[in-house]
C-alpha cells in the first residue's frame, strides 16, 4: 500500500460531506445545528447517534463510537486506513497521488496501543468507581460528561489496573514503554505514567490519538502531565483541539490561542469553535505554521 500525503488527507477530509456520507447508511435528522438518528453500529430506535458537520465527526452516546469520515468507514464497512482515505477521495472527486509501494508503518503498533489506552481511559471516566473523582471534578468546572465524552477526555486511576488491562489486551511492556504510556523506575519495574488524573487526547493531523495530557486529581505534582516526546508525539510540533478546531478556523477565519486545556474547553463552551493551545510550551514555530495553514489570523 503507497503511502498517502498529509495534506492530501486533509484537503479529502475537508471535502468530504460528512453528513450526506454518513447519510448513506442511516436515516439522519436535523437537530439544531446537528444531526440524530439511531445507531448504525449498536443498532437500536433511538436516535443516540450525532452527527456533527460543524467539527467533521460523529458520536454514538450510547456505544460511545466516534471518529472522522474516515474512521466510519473504518469501522462500519472494516476498511483500513488508506482504503477509507481512498473511497472518500474517489466520491469527492479528488485523486490520490501515488508515491510507489511502501512495507507496514514500524509505528502502527504505537499507535495501536495509544488508541486501545484511550479508549479504556474514556471508559473508566464513564464508568468506574474511582471515576467518580473526575466525574466531579469536571462537574464543578461546569463540564458535562455529553461534553466531554465526545472530546474523548478519559481518567487514569492511581494503581496498576492500566498495565492489567493492557496485558490482558496482549500489549507488551516494551511497546507501553516507547508509547509514553508507561515509566520505567530506577530499580527496572514499570508503573503507568499516568495515575489519578483527568485525560485529554492529543491528536495528530490524521486525527489519531498520538498522546496525552493529564490533570491531576487530588495531592501530587505536577499539576498537568504530558506524554514524553515518543516516535508518533513531538509536543512542540502539534496543537491540542486543532483536529475539531480546524473546520470552525477556516470559517472564522480566525483562530483563539489560549493557554491549556481547560481554557480551549471553557472558550468551546461559551460557543467559540476556533480555539486551540500548544502542549504545556511557548508557541513553537512548528505550531505557529500548523495555525497558518488554516488562517492568518490568530
Not at 530499580?187 to 505514567?193: E, I, K, L, S, W
Request: aromatic share 8%; charged share 25%.
Amino acid at each position: 500500500m503507497s503511502l498517502i500525503p498529509d495534506d492530501v488527507i486533509e484537503q479529502v477530509r475537508e471535502a468530504a460531506d460528512i453528513v450526506g456520507i454518513i447519510g448513506e447508511h442511516v436515516e439522519l435528522r436535523r437537530t439544531g445545528s446537528d444531526f440524530r438518528a439511531p445507531c448504525p453500529f449498536h443498532g437500536g430506535t433511538h436516535r443516540n447517534f450525532a452527527v456533527i458537520p460543524r467539527k467533521g465527526m460523529f458520536y454514538c452516546f450510547v456505544c460511545h463510537e466516534g471518529g472522522d469520515v474516515f474512521t466510519f468507514f473504518m469501522k462500519k464497512l472494516g476498511m483500513d486506513y488508506p482504503t477509507a482515505v481512498r473511497e472518500v477521495a474517489r466520491r469527492v472527486g479528488i485523486t490520490i497521488p501515488e508515491r510507489g509501494p511502501s512495507g507496514p508503518d514500524p509505528r502502527e503498533p504505537l499507535y495501536g496501543a495509544v488508541a486501545a489506552a484511550a479508549d479504556w481511559f474514556a471508559r473508566q471516566l464513564r464508568e468506574s468507581p474511582e471515576g467518580d473523582v473526575a466525574r466531579q471534578y469536571l462537574a464543578s468546572r461546569k463540564v458535562d460528561l455529553d461534553t466531554a465524552l465526545p472530546l474523548g477526555l478519559g481518567y487514569a486511576p492511581r494503581g496498576g489496573t492500566f498495565l492489567d488491562a493492557m496485558k490482558g489486551l496482549g500489549l507488551r511492556d516494551d511497546v507501553l514503554l516507547e508509547a509514553g504510556l508507561m515509566a520505567k523506575r530506577e530499580d527496572g519495574t514499570v508503573v503507568p505514567r499516568f495515575r489519578g488524573r483527568l485525560l485529554f487526547p492529543i491528536h495528530d493531523l490524521r486525527s489519531r490519538v498520538v498522546a496525552f495530557g493529564g490533570r491531576i486529581l487530588g495531592e501530587g505534582e505536577p499539576k498537568y502531565l504530558n506524554s514524553p516526546d515518543t516516535p508518533i508525539f513531538h509536543k512542540g510540533q502539534l496543537l491540542y483541539n486543532l483536529q475539531v478546531a480546524k473546520h470552525a478556523i477556516r470559517k472564522a477565519e480566525r483562530a483563539i490561542l489560549v493557554e491549556g486545556y481547560f481554557d480551549v474547553l471553557r472558550v468551546s463552551l461559551a460557543g467559540i469553535e476556533e480555539v486551540v493551545a500548544p502542549l504545556g510550551t511557548g508557541l513553537t514555530a512548528e505550531q505557529a505554521q500548523l495555525v497558518k495553514r488554516h488562517t492568518a489570523q490568530v
